[in-house]
């Protein structure tokens, strides 16, 4: 059974930084491509970042670009979002997802909630 | 970018009757080297993270009741839910991913019962 399961989630104050974790099982995780997707309170979704099964290619959307890095490692089933100088407007559940192909996110963990506020 | 858009913003229909959401991409998604519509659509229930549900438009995910169907072409879409059943309460999303990997979600479509 495919699992991904997010950690590293919490309060944090303006300008700070989290790193969130996403562990994956039940696939092979170096076969696929991994993205991370966001949800502010209530709102809908937002894509943020992308890396490719390698990790030698890597994308953000414009709102995360220079403050967050997507990293993974292959040889412990997991992914990574670095998160610096974060913002008010960074409050969100953040999601990692399976890349099915050609961005088509057919498994999704369950969540992490990062709050930032002062 | 592309931007994508739904219609209604919300609908309450009766336990068996049909419902229909409809999606709008600012541009075409569809790839014409291969005739394929770069669209998703997703399910996301209170509390769960999305769900997907179909892609290319039209192929439903493994698993998915064939009660959910997609079709459209180009920049309009529909997302049809023949018979809604109380578990379908949810909202629905519909994403593009022609310009993958940096690819878009509408703003979501919220599904009641009647």
């Known amino acids: 059974e495919v699992q991904l399961v997010e950690s590293g989630g919490g309060l944090v104050q303006p300008g700070g930084s989290l790193r969130l974790s996403c562990a994956a099982s039940?696939?092979?995780?170096?076969?696929?491509?991994m993205n991370w997707v966001r949800q502010a309170p209530g709102k809908g979704l937002e894509w943020v970042s992308y890396?490719?099964?390698?990790?030698?290619?890597?994308y953000y959307a414009d709102s995360v670009k220079g403050r967050f890095t997507i990293s993974r490692d292959n040889a412990k089933n997991s992914l990574y979002l670095q998160m610096n100088s974060l913002r008010a407007e960074d409050t969100a559940v953040y999601y990692c997802a399976r890349d099915l192909e050609l961005g088509v996110l057919d498994y999704w963990g369950q969540g992490t909630l990062v709050t930032v506020s002062s | 970018d592309i931007v994508m858009t739904q219609s209604p913003d919300s609908l309450a229909v009766s336990l068996g009757e049909r419902a229909t959401i409809n999606c709008k991409s600012s541009?075409?998604?569809?790839?014409?080297?291969?005739?394929?519509?770069?669209l998703a659509w997703y399910q996301q229930k209170p509390g769960q993270p999305p769900k997907l549900l179909i892609y290319?438009?039209?192929t439903r995910e493994s698993g998915v009741p064939d009660r959910f169907s997609g079709s459209g072409s180009g920049t309009d879409f529909t997302l049809t839910i023949s018979s809604l059943q109380a578990e379908d309460v949810a909202v629905y999303y519909c994403?593009?991913?022609?310009?993958?990997?940096?690819?878009?979600f509408g703003p979501g479509t919220k599904v009641d019962i009647k």
């Open positions: 290319w438009a039209s």
């Open positions: 541009q075409s998604v569809l790839y014409s080297s291969n005739n394929k519509n770069y």
């Open positions: 890396i490719s099964s390698s990790g030698s290619t890597i």
């Open positions: 039940g696939f092979t995780f170096s076969s696929y491509e």
């Open positions: 994403q593009q991913y022609y310009s993958t990997p940096l690819f878009t």
